[in-house]
């Protein structure tokens, strides 16, 4: 878990400005959430047998209420949307989230305990018109990020019919190999197989390197989805690839599934920035009518360590620079008209001498300071100093809101 110091936070803000700019852009309104639910929502939704669910939750009992801290977004948004009905108050809709997730995972550059996403879900649209737009979006912001360099996998797990015979098929090649598999993944070959494709274990992975694919049995009208999606995703000249062992390690998911990850940079190993794909089963699962939806998160960190995004240092415009105890007092005065004005401003009210108080004004990045001793105030004037011209002049003490601002 990170503290975010003051001068990364600027650089958190900037991306954030941008990410709501984008999903506005495309209909998003803004949803916020509780970061504790009960914790059967995440072991219904994510799934038993998952990692998240079975290693990574932060969960705890609260007055014998089984809780736990949000280990992703999802959940906490469909379990929202059912309890005010949502859709009985319009037939699509479309949220957008950001915040804090916690995953107890092993810490490594980009993978962190607490960490931040922003998502978006759509409710009511079966697609994959909106597949396509979403995968889209996400390009479109990752370059407005100055993220051009990125690979969307794309693949399709089919419905529920698909995934019952995708696991059956599953099951008949790895159980011959069951001895060869991780402890894990031989548990979960009863439990949930479909999870020994996310395994990281090499004993996993050269089991399941022959293993068939989703797309070998998935049914005609899956199939014609999917097809639908790349239609358009062509016709969009967005970028991808086909690949049909992605998975992902959530148990919702239902058709289409996309990742979209970074390549170079300081990224490393973990460069997986955006994940989603569709969940038509979840609202009825959580008790609202049947819905067809679709998703992605996006995880903050790992987009800053992708993007090239500067630091914007301005903490105030102006620096106020009193000589003196009665120069203090008017500098307080003159601080409160310039902030009414909408200007930021500090006053240097540690006092010492100007050539220090310059070179405050100077790290925190102000273009102009206002010097005022007892002389000034005697005349009735302020100096305003302008510190990238290394020029100086006197105003009066009245229209020194008006020199400022112009
Ligand atoms: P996810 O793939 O588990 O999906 O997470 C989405 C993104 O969050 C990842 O691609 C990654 O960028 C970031 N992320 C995940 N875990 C960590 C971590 N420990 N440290 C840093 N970043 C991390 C979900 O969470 C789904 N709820 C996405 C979704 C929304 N599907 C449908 N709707």
Not at 341 to 352: F, I, L, M, Q, S
Request: proline share 5%; with cysteine; glycine share 10%.
């Amino acid at each position: 878990m990170n503290d975010l110091l003051p001068s990364e936070v600027a650089r958190w803000h900037a991306m954030e400005e941008t990410i709501r700019e984008v999903v506005r852009l495309h209909g998003y309104r803004e949803i916020r959430v509780p970061v504790i639910e009960h914790t059967p929502l995440y072991v219904r939704s994510v799934g038993e047998g998952t990692d998240i669910v079975d290693k990574e939750m932060y969960s705890f009992t609260f007055h014998d209420e089984p809780m736990t801290v949000r280990p992703e977004g999802t959940a906490g948004v469909v379990r929202a949307y059912v309890e005010h009905a949502v859709h009985t108050k319009e037939p699509v809709s479309r949220f957008y989230y950001e915040g804090p997730m916690f995953r107890g995972e092993r810490p490594a550059r980009g993978r962190y305990r607490q960490f931040h996403q922003a998502g978006c879900e759509v409710f009511g649209d079966p697609g994959p018109v909106v597949d396509a737009e979403m995968i889209d979006m996400i390009v479109a912001l990752f370059a407005r990020l100055g993220i051009k360099d990125v690979e969307v996998l794309v693949n399709s797990l089919g419905g529920k019919g698909t995934k019952a015979k995708y696991r059956e098929k599953l099951v008949e090649y790895l159980t011959p190999e069951k001895d060869a598999l991780s402890e894990d993944s031989k548990r979960r070959l009863s439990t949930n197989p479909l999870r020994i494709l996310d395994s990281k274990d090499p004993r996993d992975q050269a089991a399941i390197k022959d293993a068939p694919s989703v797309l070998d049995v998935i049914d005609d009208d899956d199939r014609a989805h999917f097809d639908g999606l790349r239609r358009h995703l062509d016709k969009l000249q967005t970028p991808y690839t086909v690949e049909p062992r992605l998975v992902r390690g959530l148990d919702y998911y239902s058709r289409t599934l996309f990742e979209i990850r970074g390549r170079g940079g300081e990224l490393g190993a973990q460069n997986t920035l955006a994940g989603g794909g569709r969940y038509d089963g979840l609202v009825e699962e959580l008790g609202g009518p049947a819905t067809p939806a679709i998703g992605f998160a996006a995880g903050l960190e790992r987009l800053l360590l992708a993007t090239e995004l500067p630091a914007k240092k301005l903490e105030a415009d102006v620096l106020i620079a009193p000589m003196g105890e009665r120069a203090a007092g008017e500098a307080l005065v003159i601080a409160r008209e310039l902030r009414a004005a909408g200007v930021p401003v500090v006053v240097e009210g540690r006092g010492g001498s100007l050539k220090s108080m310059l070179r405050r004004a100077n790290s925190l990045g102000s273009a102009k300071a206002i010097v005022i001793g007892d002389g000034e105030l005697d005349r009735g004037v302020v100096q305003l100093k302008d510190l990238a011209g290394h020029s100086q002049k006197d105003v009066p003490r009245a229209e020194i809101v008006l020199a400022v601002k112009s």
